[in-house]
């Protein structure tokens, strides 16, 4: 996933050939295969561990899906400890687990699911991305119809029925305000409603303990009949009319700072990061204040010459500043899940600058300052 500024998107989906998606998909079950008859580095799980932090409401995303090498799943989420995040956000891609209808593939979920629990980090698990069975020809794999709802909900359920108590909370796709993220289609508030309350009832009957997040909806300012996209604000103003409230136990929210720091005031013509606090507002005057909000995607770039990043500095100043804003004034965000925390390879793109540690696992300014922070540590950076 890439983020970015296009237009008026404060995300912006690299609008690569679906085909691409397909073929990485295969070649990821290939080298699972291959891999299978090579000596590896032994890896245990260890003994439970405890995240230590100053601030519980520190969170990342993990971004593993493609990470096929135990070792490196489990330097993962010690690393996601030590910087002393408790909570990570985590992709499942339903494509990649039930590559045949019925028949599930839970090898590497299962090894994310007890890497993360061994280290005390707690999941939210994303679940998209369409199998070639449940979508027609020639489409991508963010195209699924109503025909295909049922096969969908049914997989969460599976999902839930196996890690209901490891990965507590589950976000019901990702997204679906974007055209590119709905298949190239019209973003249809009613139609993700209609999604989101089959998979909320398949869910709950089967295990009522897991929470379910609506999705996290990009923040953008297209305008109605905008064939890119949606105002976040808008769709979920819609999702409620056509009755999502009664459909999730919480929200995810996508909060991208872009160049502006952490504190920079709402404005519904603008994409900061308390952007969300809008979103919030919509909840609460549907009368859904009592249900929490998670920040799945957000942050800051430092890209050198990028036009939306921020100085090396400023986004250290700004991440912290963002979880320090979370945690005074933010009483309904159980956590800031930022984005990234590390590629299982170098994207070659301003993507790189989001993340947090390198492919190599060599911590960046941003992982230490952040640790420091957690830890109690003084922070004190200045401008060079």
């Known amino acids: ?3 970015a500024q296009r237009g ?18 295969a070649a990821v079950a290939l080298i699972l295969a291959l891999v299978q008859g090579l000596p590896r580095r ?35 989420f010690q690393m996601v400890r030590e910087m002393g995040s408790p909570w990570a956000v985590e992709y499942f891609p339903w494509g990649y687990y039930e590559p045949q209808p019925g028949r599930y593939r839970w090898e590497h979920p299962d090894l994310v699911v007890a890497h993360a629990a061994a280290q005390g980090v707690t999941l939210l698990g994303r679940i998209d991305f369409v199998p070639e069975w449940a979508r027609p020809k020639e489409t991508t794999f963010r195209y699924l119809d109503r025909d295909h709802y049922e096969d969908y909900a049914a997989f969460v359920q599976a999902f839930a029925e196996r890690y209901g108590d ?4 589950l976000i019901i796709w990702n997204e679906p305000n974007l055209s590119f993220e709905w298949g190239y289609r ?18 709950k009957a089967a295990r009522p303990d897991v929470q379910i997040l609506a999705a996290g909806l990009a923040p953008t300012l297209e305008p109605e009949g905008s064939d890119l996209g949606m105002s976040d604000l808008l769709f979920l103003e819609r999702m409620y009319e056509y009755g999502a409230g009664a459909c999730f136990d919480g929200l995810a929210i996508h909060a991208y700072g872009l160049t502006a720091p952490p504190d920079d005031p709402p404005d519904p013509q603008a994409l900061n990061f308390r952007r969300a606090e809008l979103v919030r507002a919509i909840m609460v005057a549907h009368g859904d204040g009592a249900k929490p909000c998670f920040i799945t995607e957000g942050g800051w770039n430092d890209h050198p010459r990028w036009a939306h990043a921020v100085r090396p500095y400023q986004r250290i100043e700004y991440t912290i500043g963002a979880y320090q804003w979370a945690l005074e004034h933010w009483d309904w965000c159980r956590a800031v899940c930022l984005w990234v925390f590390r590629y299982p390879w170098d994207q070659h793109t301003y993507q790189d600058y989001y993340s947090f540690v390198t492919a190599d696992f060599i911590p960046k300014p941003v992982y230490m300052e952040v640790a420091n922070y957690a830890h109690g540590r003084p922070f004190e950076f200045l401008e060079p």
């Open 8 to 25: 008026t998107h404060a995300k912006e989906t690299v609008r690569r050939p679906w085909a691409g998606w397909a073929k990485r998909a």
């Open 186 to 203: 019209p973003p249809d508030p009613e139609a993700y409603t209609g999604l989101l309350c089959l998979t909320y009832a398949r869910v």
């Open 42 to 76: 032994l890896v245990t799980i260890g003994p439970p561990q405890t995240v230590i932090t100053s601030n519980p409401k520190i969170g990342i995303h993990t971004r593993l899906t493609d990470e096929v090498e135990p070792w490196k799943v489990q330097r993962t």
């Open 166 to 169: 490891r990965v507590p909370y």
């Open 1 to 3: 996933m890439s983020i």
